[in-house]
């Protein structure tokens, strides 16, 4: 055998058993209708024992056992496929969206690791910490914005066991801020552990604050909600506190927003009416190879007035998600800055509020105007271009000049001054700096 035909000839095994491999992971992947019917067997099982509202889940069974009869699950022998069409029928028959059932192997395998692997949080948490750690466990950013006004966007409320250290780190980062803003804008939900644990350190009682009592359906145990006395760090109360939320903050997240305006008295939601996804979760597995998510809590008492499933929770300032955190700082500087009694701390917050309404709220100058501006001020140079103008300091890099009022404007990425144009006999003859701590310097200009 030549070589040419030894190198055709392994090419031809090579490919033969990747279709193999191929063939098999397909043929394993698929569904055959005793696996179909032991599935949805089992899961309407567990529907029945866990699911804590009876009426709904006797529809939901019901729902499902008659779309199986009439072949509505047939064609949809692929797993993922199948778990994906099943779940949106738990949804619709249920209207419950924390209704899920994935195909996760790798999931479900380290739930049966423990000895009761039906219900395995335990087993679960500590898979998804591994996946979430990359997330900073879902406390994306923290900073300061102008007047001091701490951000913090937090996307999971994850097991405190595990993200607990991160969540007392971002509050101290807080501890000097004037006013707070918690981003929950893109936050869908997690562990009630940990929204209690940074709700604490907003809660203006030193006491223990009881939330609720919830009555576990698996096992009948009891769990009650409520902040704790002690925090690591300093308290943030007593300051303005915002909570931004859209129609994609989900569950713990708007069992966070709910329960923050019922501790603390400053608290502000500001955004758009949230998901409406109440009922707290379980995870079980099914058939070996399937994650059901399904509700297993059923609430005994409600110490504040507050219920959001199928409703959300509604915002006290509704505005677009995009334009959610723009409205909260403009609004936490003019609060701190109307209650403030000190003179110069009021002209800080001043200050900070004009240059936010220039971001934020941008004013719009005629095209005349702006280039009648530009042109040399000494050591400073002032441009037009693109329709908008620019701030130089000797041939450094350009900033942007936005307008606070007809002649007075903010230089992106400079908060320590402001630039004013002062007007003569019609002309533009000077650029004024105006520093933070009252000095003014005063720069002429040299071109006419």
């Known amino acids: ?71 509505k699950y047939n064609s949809y022998t692929d797993r993922s496929e199948f778990a994906n069409y099943l779940t949106m029928d738990l949804e619709d028959l249920s209207n419950d969206t924390h209704f899920r059932l994935s195909y996760n192997p790798e999931v479900a395998t380290e739930m049966k690791k423990q000895k009761d692997y039906e219900v395995s949080e335990e087993s679960l948490t500590a898979y998804e910490a591994r996946i979430e750690k990359w997330q900073n466990y879902g406390f994306k950013e923290l900073k300061i914005l102008d007047g ?26 807080l501890t000097n801020c004037n006013a707070v803003i918690i981003d929950l804008r893109y936050n869908g939900g997690g562990w009630d552990d940990m929204v209690n644990f940074i709700l604490s350190y907003f809660a203006e009682s030193r006491d223990e604050v009881m939330f609720s009592v919830a009555q576990y359906t698996v096992d009948s145990s009891y769990y009650a909600g409520k902040t704790i006395s002690y925090v690591p760090g300093k308290r943030l109360t007593g300051i303005p506190v915002y909570v931004l939320i859209s129609r994609s903050t989900a569950s713990a997240a708007e069992a966070f927003a709910s329960k923050i305006k019922f501790i ?26 399937f994650v059901l998510n399904i509700p297993s809590w059923r609430l005994v008492f409600r110490k504040y007035d507050a219920k959001w499933e199928g409703i959300g929770v509604k915002p006290d300032i509704e505005t677009t998600v995009e334009k959610a955190l723009d409205v909260a700082h403009i609004d936490a500087l003019r609060k701190l800055s109307e209650t403030s009694v000190d003179k110069e701390i009021k002209d800080k917050y001043e200050w900070a509020l004009d240059g936010a309404r220039a971001i934020y709220e941008p004013i719009s100058l005629p095209e005349d105007v702006l280039k009648a501006y530009a042109g040399n001020y000494g050591t400073r140079d002032v441009y037009f271009e693109d329709g908008m103008l620019y701030y130089q300091y000797k041939k450094r890099t350009k900033r942007k000049m936005l307008a606070v009022r007809k002649d007075y404007f903010i230089i992106e990425d400079y908060d320590f001054f402001r630039v004013r144009f002062t007007i003569e006999k019609g002309k533009v003859n000077s650029l004024e700096e105006i520093f933070t701590d009252g000095s003014v310097m005063r720069n002429t200009r040299t071109n006419k």
């Open 264 to 289: 603390n008295s400053h608290a502000v939601l500001v955004g758009e009416t949230s998901a409406g996804a109440e009922n707290p979760i379980s995870s079980i597995v099914i058939g070996d190879e």
């Open 1 to 71: 055998m030549t070589r040419l035909h030894k190198r055709r000839f392994k090419d031809v095994v090579l490919i033969s058993a990747l279709m193999c491999s191929l063939l098999f992971a397909q043929q394993r992947n698929t569904l055959t209708k005793t696996q179909q019917k032991e599935i949805i067997a089992e899961l309407c099982e567990k529907i029945e024992n866990i699911y804590p509202f009876p009426e709904i889940s006797e529809q939901t069974i019901s729902g499902i056992q008659r779309y199986y009869a009439e072949g």
């Open 148 to 173: 001091a006004v701490g951000y913090l966007d937090l996307r999971l409320f994850f097991a405190t066991y595990y993200a607990g250290d991160v969540a007392v780190a971002a509050m101290n980062f």
